[in-house]
């Protein structure tokens, strides 16, 4: 009963107590991050390995194990999968909850770097990826266009990425279901007949040409300097003129046996949406989709209601042919969510501030009200 006495006989300490503790509630309820998904930094790494053409025994045998021994050299994992498929090994290991996720992803690139080079040259892409809950998007839009070319949704969406980058509370922009860019080479045959070309003789000269040929090096004194030779394509017009074969004498330059000109990849998947107010009779719309992600520590209803305006001019500003819809808003569940809370605290306070009222009185009601908000805390 101490703690009470001091309480009484220090009723103004006391007040002062509560006044200061409600100052510090109130302001926090208003200036705490609010997300839907809670920022927990989790310890793992998942490592994609995809060699076209190889077979599953193939990439487990030559890929994937000699992942697997170098990654479990490393301490504190809690646990390692592996998933192969034809081309593709993804291996995902995930490390104690109580280790730093960054300096356990330093340790695994360390280790695919010390064994890189003894994995095959058919590799096309070897990619380290650090999990974070971070990275889901809060907002996602469509850009949105039946008529328009691929490459002018992708100028526009490059466009909306540098806008919206710029914000300080977007951490990143990433564009989904935009087809790779080529560069495609319509080979005419009959030309080709005419002047005694081959298809093997045209990849040869496009591969010799696009490849950096160490030159060796040029003794100046006592410097030594290392000479390349720049090979590598810079625009379409260096590619028209490789000279592919030489045919009476005469040069047969690539622009006078074929076509070269930028192209899109053969559709994969397709990215379509659709909404009541759009209509969707025909399964929804052609489109590219955009996600926005948050930096971490940050509020999501004040991020939204930054971009939104951001949004609209954006709308404004886009070709006729084109237009934005917001498909998923973050901030909306979260405020739905927030207002659900609030409304279940508003009506147990005055359930239960009712209830005590009739069976013990004014005064003991009203001191449960006021402890309920604390104790929901």
Same mark, same amino acid.
């Given at each position: ?104 992803? @330093?340790?695994? +690139?360390? &280790?695919?770097?010390? /064994?890189?080079? $003894?994995? %095959?040259?058919?590799?096309? =892409?070897? !990619? ?6 971070? @990275?889901?998007? +809060?907002? &996602?839009?469509?850009? /949105?266009?039946? $008529?328009? %070319?691929?490459?002018?949704? =992708?100028? !526009? ?221």
């Amino acid at each position: 009963m101490k703690l009470p006495r001091f309480a009484i006989e220090n009723s103004s300490f006391t007040w002062m107590a509560i006044i200061f503790l409600t100052i510090v509630g109130v302001r926090s309820l208003f200036i705490m991050p609010r997300t839907e998904n809670p920022e927990v930094s989790i310890p793992g790494s998942s490592i994609i390995a995809i060699m076209p053409g190889a077979s599953p025994v193939d990439m487990e045998r030559m890929i994937a194990l000699p992942i697997e021994e170098v990654i479990n050299e490393l301490e504190d994992i809690e646990r390692i999968t592996t998933r192969v498929r034809d081309g593709l090994v993804i291996v995902s290991v995930e490390f104690d909850f109580n280790t730093d996720s960054d300096e356990k992803f @330093d340790e695994v +690139m360390q &280790q695919m770097n010390g /064994i890189r080079n $003894s994995l %095959p040259e058919e590799i096309k =892409q070897l !990619e380290m990826f650090q999990w974070s809950l971070a @990275d889901m998007a +809060m907002i &996602q839009l469509a850009l /949105i266009s039946d $008529s328009a %070319p691929w490459s002018d949704l =992708q100028r !526009e969406a490059d466009k909306i990425q540098d806008i919206i980058s710029k914000n300080h509370s977007i951490s990143k922009v990433r564009i989904f279901g935009l087809p790779e860019k080529e560069i495609h080479i319509k080979l005419d045959f009959e030309k080709m007949a005419m002047v005694n070309t081959t298809i093997e003789q045209v990849s040869n000269a496009i591969k010799s040409n696009n490849i950096n040929i160490p030159g060796g090096d040029v003794k100046i004194g006592v410097q030594s300097l290392r000479v390349i030779s720049s090979g590598s394509y810079q625009d379409l017009d260096e590619i028209r003129n490789t000279v592919v074969n030489a045919y009476n004498g005469n040069l047969i330059y690539l622009k006078n046996i074929a076509d070269v000109e930028y192209g899109y990849e053969e559709l994969k998947h397709l990215t379509r949406y659709g909404s009541k107010r759009m209509g969707n009779d025909e399964g929804g719309h052609r489109c590219i989709f955009l996600g926005l992600s948050q930096k971490e520590g940050l509020n999501v209803l004040e991020t939204s209601e930054e971009l939104i305006p951001v949004i609209e001019k954006i709308e404004r500003e886009l070709p006729k042919e084109m237009h934005i819809e917001l498909v998923y808003n973050q901030a909306v569940k979260v405020k739905n969510r927030i207002n659900g809370f609030m409304s279940n605290l508003l009506q147990g306070i005055i359930l239960v501030g009712l209830l005590i009222f009739l069976s013990l009185g004014f005064r003991s009601s009203l001191v449960v009200v006021i402890a309920i908000p604390g104790k929901e805390k």
